[in-house]
């Protein structure tokens, strides 16, 4: 099993930036595919972007395409989320997770969701 903890938010102006890091434990990080959700206030989670488990393949959603950037070092046991050129809508707390994809439609493969980290971005 693979326990996750994510770290990197906080507060940011509009157009700015910040790293999001995903630290894996459990022998089995390099094995799954791994993926970024987000949810807003008073909003559904939705998918962010994934990364298959060798790093070869990324996949993002149509809102963040060109201005985030997921990526992995399987040395380390660490999933990233470069997010450039925040927006106030990119707002919510984001969340990683080993995922699986079903059709057009990613999904959670560990059930349970970690405690995310919070972005907040400001107009």
């Known amino acids: 099993q693979v326990q996750l903890s994510e770290s990197g938010g906080g507060l940011v102006q509009a157009g700015g930036s910040l790293r999001l890091s995903c630290a894996a434990s459990?022998?089995?990080?390099?094995?799954?595919?791994m993926g970024w959700f987000r949810q807003a206030p008073a909003k559904e989670r939705e998918f962010v972007a994934a990364i298959s488990s060798n790093g070869g393949f990324t996949y993002y959603a149509d809102s963040v395409k060109g201005r985030f950037t997921i990526s992995r070092d399987n040395a380390k046991n660490t999933v990233y989320l470069q997010m450039n050129s925040l927006r106030p809508e990119d707002t919510a707390v984001y969340y990683c997770?080993?995922?699986?994809?079903?059709?057009?439609?990613?999904?959670?493969?560990?059930?349970?969701w970690g405690q995310g980290t919070l972005v907040t971005v400001s107009s």
């Open positions: 997770t080993a995922v699986r994809r079903s059709g057009s439609s990613w999904f959670n493969a560990l059930g349970a």
């Open positions: 459990g022998r089995t990080f390099s094995g799954y595919a």
